[in-house]
């Protein structure tokens, strides 16, 4: 999906939205746990926003000279990995902050497509996976289930919408390269005309 520099310029505003996602979430953190809704010790709220900001400025250094093929990998897994500790801290399965989830879903399979559509669900099912393995939910594991088939199901069809975008951006890009073409040959031929 575009070159070099479309890469380095989709990363760097996952960047951007990263440090505003960051901030709502923090915000929203410190805000259930000031009602007592969540009982996350200060101590993680800090140390899961250091970590983001850290992560953060070291991918903007590293988008300072490019965009490695590498790195949407790398800030989606640990998207996910900041995610799945959010979660865990704030009441496992029961977390709701579990929407976050899908912001990384959603977001990464528009920009990247089906390809990435799949990563982040076979990252999101290892990471749910163990955070299941160390919160088990109370109860029947039915509910655990229909959101993991869910989180697929959203996956599949965000890649869907973005594979179609990117085929009719594709199909848009040549009628233009045509339009200019035919532009150029019936400019050419009324000059020869004259």
């Known amino acids: 999906m575009g070159g070099p520099g479309m890469e380095q310029q989709i990363e760097r505003s996952k960047v951007v939205v990263r440090w505003i996602v960051a901030a709502v979430l923090l915000a929203a953190v410190a805000y259930l746990k000031t009602r007592g809704e969540v009982a996350v010790p200060w101590a993680i709220v800090i140390a899961l926003t250091a970590g983001l900001a850290v992560l953060n400025l070291g991918y903007w250094a590293i988008l ?17 990995g900041l995610i799945s500790v959010l979660v865990a801290v704030t009441g496992g399965s029961g977390s709701v902050f579990y929407f976050a989830y899908f912001i990384v879903l959603v977001s990464n399979s528009f920009r990247y497509g089906m390809g990435m559509a799949l990563y982040v669900a076979t990252l999101y099912n290892v990471a749910y996976a163990v955070l299941l393995r160390l919160h088990p939910p109370q109860g029947d594991l039915t509910v655990e289930a229909v959101k993991i088939f869910a989180f697929w199901g959203i996956a599949l069809y965000a890649g869907y919408l973005a594979m179609r975008f990117q085929r009719q951006t594709h199909i848009l890009q040549s009628y233009e390269e045509t339009i200019a073409r035919l532009r150029q040959e019936v400019g050419a031929s009324k000059q020869e005309s004259r």
């Open 64 to 80: 300072r000279r490019g965009a490695p093929l590498w790195l949407k990998y790398l800030t989606t897994a640990t998207d996910l």
